[in-house]
């Protein structure tokens, strides 16, 4: 699991825009003492973050810092009649105790579908210039530089309210643990943020993440970093060449908001700067 860094200090989470977002090699060169390690999981919304943060902080008691990259679709769905696809019991065995991996192929994949995708699949695994590169650096990270684009592809967002409530439970958990815990968002397409984010959905957001860290010792870092439209693929993914500056800036952030007494959570302005 660990290749880049034995015993990670510091821990990422979140959906797709986490783990193709953070850009380990650039905080290292930044702070070799970061030890950072990428658990964003595609597709992921808070409960199934939830979830994976209580499971690895459990398993690596070396982390002292978590930051949560996050999109405000990962706040959608955390009302489910079907639980969650993904098993901790499950992904601790092959992660951590060396459970076979055939087991978990015929578990987890059909054998048809993953017949007809094995040659998408071995590209998927050999080029970050695919649309969805499977592509893994050292520190967990996933690069993504695809040559086209796919448009906004995302469309609106509709927010779940228990997702805010995951987000709090987090925040409390990592806080026994004695964990710091940071919170941003991705930055957005513009045209996104022009289209989809109005007003009312600003406020209900705003509202709603302000409410999930009230009372908790976890830092909201309002996002500033605001890239080109040209250094997104679609609504809210960053081609990795622009994941450097943006992994500065949260580092940078990040370390302000420690040095700084606590203050109320900033609005995230997402009429403005995009997210």
């Given at each position: 699991?660990?290749?880049g860094?034995?015993?990670?200090?510091?821990?990422?989470?979140?959906s797709?825009?986490?783990?193709?977002h953070?850009?380990?090699t650039?905080?290292?060169?930044?702070?070799?003492a970061?030890?950072p390690?990428?658990?964003?999981?595609c597709?992921?919304?808070m409960?199934e973050?939830?979830?994976?943060?209580?499971?690895?902080t459990?398993r690596?008691p070396s982390v002292?810092r978590?930051?949560?990259?996050a999109s405000p679709?990962?706040?959608e769905?955390?009302?489910?009649?079907?639980p969650s696809?993904f098993?901790?019991a499950?992904?601790?065995?092959?992660v951590?105790?060396?459970?076979?991996?055939a087991l978990?192929?015929?578990?987890?994949?059909?054998?048809?579908?993953?017949a007809?995708?094995a040659?998408?699949?071995?590209?998927?695994?050999?080029?970050?210039?695919a649309?969805?590169?499977l592509?893994?650096d050292?520190?967990g990270d996933a690069?993504?530089?695809?040559l086209?684009?796919?448009?906004?592809?995302?469309g609106?967002?509709a927010?779940?309210p228990?997702?805010?409530d995951?987000?709090r439970?987090?925040?409390?958990?990592?806080?026994?643990k004695?964990i710091?815990?940071?919170?941003?968002?991705t930055?957005m397409?513009?045209?996104?943020?022009r289209?989809?984010?109005?007003?009312?959905?600003?406020?209900?957001?705003d509202?709603?993440l302000?409410?999930?860290l009230?009372g908790?010792k976890?830092?909201?870092?309002s996002?500033?970093f605001?890239?080109?439209?040209?250094a997104?693929?679609?609504a809210?993914?960053m081609r990795?060449?622009?994941?450097?500056p943006?992994?500065?800036?949260?580092?940078n952030a990040?370390n302000?908001k420690?040095?700084?007494?606590?203050?109320r959570?900033?609005?995230?302005?997402m009429?403005?700067a995009?997210?």
């Open positions: 699991m660990l290749e860094t034995r015993d990670p200090g510091m821990l990422v989470v979140g797709s825009v986490a783990w193709r953070f850009n380990g650039a905080a290292v060169a930044m702070d070799p970061l030890k390690y990428n658990a964003g999981f597709g992921a919304n409960t973050v939830e979830k994976i943060t209580n499971w690895l459990g690596l002292t978590v930051v949560l990259i679709f990962d706040f769905n955390c009302t489910k009649a079907t696809q098993n901790v499950d992904a601790d065995n092959f951590f105790e060396g459970g076979s991996p978990y192929y015929a578990r987890y994949f059909d054998p048809i579908v993953l007809k995708n040659v998408k699949v071995r590209w998927a695994r050999s080029s970050v210039t649309m969805d590169p592509v893994q050292l520190y690069p993504s530089e695809p086209e684009t796919r448009g906004l592809f995302y609106k967002v927010i779940d228990p997702c805010f995951a987000l439970r987090t925040a409390f958990a990592l806080q026994r004695g710091a815990f940071d919170v941003t968002i930055p397409h513009p045209n996104w943020v289209q989809f984010a109005p007003p009312p959905y600003t406020h209900a957001f509202t709603g302000q409410a999930s009230a908790t976890a830092r909201f870092v996002t500033t605001q890239p080109d439209p040209h997104f693929y679609d809210m993914h990795w060449s622009t994941t450097a943006f992994t500065r800036w949260l580092i990040v302000a420690e040095a700084a007494p606590p203050v959570i900033a609005s995230l302005g009429a403005g995009a997210r």
